[in-house]
């Protein structure tokens, strides 16, 4: 192989002279490759690209026997100077493009400023390349998404809009942290698709920082594992994933999910727990001075699913296709349209009051952030036993103790936790805590809204092997809510497949993932990255 593009030695980050959270790491970077740095959320590879972008927070200490680009020392580099680097010769795309983009300023804007910054260019020759750009990373319409915002885009349009900010400039190295995590399988394989596309195009070096280990097979030439700040194992993609050495690697492969986990699985009838029938949740298009309704988004458009008790029924489609407004419809957090929601027998259309209160109080939802739907001014504790306080104050305050540390026990988490606040948790635990808090009012059905999506895939395992085991023990049912198909595999019994407010196909979990009928069933999983050996 050519000489290293990015060589990086003994590199060391601490944070107020505390523990070392980078530990002594080396690895180069290849023109025309891509290198990945896998390893759970923590272990420390988001700041070793910072580390090396110099954008390190005031609080951190950076120690390294050498960081170079193309045999340049990036530290000897002053940090006016260091600005001509960023963006033109190392391009970088963060992880949420939401947070990453000027809210208040359009996407072609953004795209000017980094041209402007880097180039001194006439007006006309800058916006040509901003067009060319936005038809480069395939935005529809580019004329018209020129003068669009952030905020009127979908999640894969910002980050292709970041993907093309990102290589306005053509950067010899362009760092990828995390570009797919929260994206739906099939835009997922479109950005990467991309992204290989662009990378072959310009022979420009790719580094890949992930914890989708089967992302990582499908696109990495090499592979470096980070636990704890350091490198534990590093190895050419094939070697890697066919003989894997480390304990900690072999314990990520084994954690992944398995797309045939679902062969053979028992199917067992059981009584139905839900019904949805015609069940339709339409929001007004309203136009004109006086706002007249001149028509409607069909967001759930006359959906029928039944949930058996003791079962998880997964619920799957693309961002925007109705999962969620489903979800939160049959709940009651948002009004919806038309149809009916059955629940043991019982219509809750006609159910008022006290009644209908119980009733919904045996149906609680995970929401997929776990941070954002906790009260960050109240203790777990608080939290957990916050809806028995509501609903049934009739339960003393020495009972509610004894209950919300029974959840914990039972979410595998230590009684202590009661007494802390939710910021001083991993995502994981935050997880445990929302399940728990779910738990504490008795219900009979869980909606699961993407609880696994933004958790590395051992601390996905450990959450889908405790909603087992806590429906195996309680007879709990689900309604999951994903776009990750291995997920569905190792958990449903039954699926639906959702496309623009529709069910499009709904059978068994064997009969769905294996022998899908719906052309659009078929496309979801054909995007689907397989681990390759």
């Not at 992302?215 to 704890?228: C, I, T």
């Amino acid at each position: 192989m050519s000489e290293a593009l990015l060589t990086v030695k003994d590199l060391s980050v601490a944070f107020n002279h505390g523990d070392k959270v980078v530990d002594s790491i080396s690895f180069d970077v290849f023109s025309g490759e891509t290198f990945a740095l896998v390893g759970e959320s923590g272990s420390g590879k988001s700041i070793t690209a910072l580390s090396v972008m110099r954008l390190l927070p005031e609080n951190a200490a950076l120690k390294a026997t050498e960081i170079s680009l193309a045999g340049e020392n990036l530290l000897a580099i002053p940090e006016i100077d260091f600005c001509t680097i960023r963006g033109r010769r190392i391009g970088m795309i963060f992880q949420d493009p939401m947070a990453s983009l000027n809210p208040v300023m359009t996407i072609g804007d953004q795209i000017v400023e980094v041209l402007e910054l880097h180039f001194s260019w006439p007006k006309q020759k800058i916006s040509a390349r901003v067009m060319e750009l936005l038809r480069q990373v395939e935005i529809p319409d580019p004329e018209r998404k020129y003068r669009d915002y952030p905020h009127q885009l979908s999640g894969g349009q910002r980050q292709r809009i970041m993907i093309a900010i990102a290589l306005a400039a053509e950067p010899a190295l362009l760092i990828a942290d995390e570009p797919t995590t929260a994206l739906d399988v099939t835009i997922q394989k479109q950005i990467l698709e991309l992204l290989h596309r662009i990378q072959k195009q310009n022979n420009m070096a790719l580094w890949l920082i992930s914890h989708d280990l089967a992302l990582v097979s499908n696109l990495a030439d090499r592979v470096a594992v980070m636990q704890k700040g350091k490198i534990v194992e590093a190895a050419a993609t094939e070697v890697f994933f066919s003989q894997p050495k480390h304990p900690y690697t072999k314990k990520l492969l084994a954690a992944l999910p398995s797309m045939t986990s679902s062969l053979n699985r028992k199917i067992t009838e059981k009584q139905p727990l839900l019904k949805l029938k015609d069940f339709k949740v339409y929001y007004p298009i309203r136009k004109g001075i006086f706002k007249r309704v001149v028509g409607h988004v069909k967001a759930v458009d006359g959906v029928n699913l039944e949930l058996q008790q003791g079962k998880t029924l997964a619920l799957v489609g693309e961002s925007g296709c109705g999962k969620t407004t489903l979800g939160k419809g049959l709940l009651g957090l948002i009004p919806y349209t038309e149809g009916e929601v059955w629940f043991e027998g019982a219509l809750l259309n006609e159910l008022q009051g006290n009644e209908l209160r119980l009733k919904r109080s045996e149906i609680q939802i995970v929401f997929q952030d776990p941070f954002s739907s906790m009260n960050p001014r109240m203790l777990v504790g608080e939290i957990i036993d916050e809806g028995v306080r509501a609903l049934h104050p009739e339960v003393s305050a020495n009972e509610r103790r004894e209950l919300v540390n029974r959840l914990l026990r039972q979410v595998d988490l230590p009684v202590t936790v009661a007494f802390r606040y939710p910021h001083e948790f991993s995502g994981g635990q935050r997880q445990r805590i929302c399940i728990a808090r779910a738990l504490a009012v008795k219900p009979k059905l869980i909606v699961c809204d993407e609880p696994t999506s933004a958790l590395d895939v051992s601390v996905q395992a450990q959450i889908i092997e405790l909603l087992k085991s806590l429906q195996k023990d309680q007879g709990l049912s689900y309604l999951f809510i994903t776009h990750n198909i291995a997920v569905v595999a190792e958990i449903a019994d039954d699926v639906a497949v959702m496309n623009k407010g529709k069910i499009v196909e709904y059978g068994n979990v064997e009969q769905v993932l294996n022998a899908p009928r719906h052309e659009y069933t078929k496309t979801l999983l054909s995007a689907v990255p397989v681990l390759k050996n």
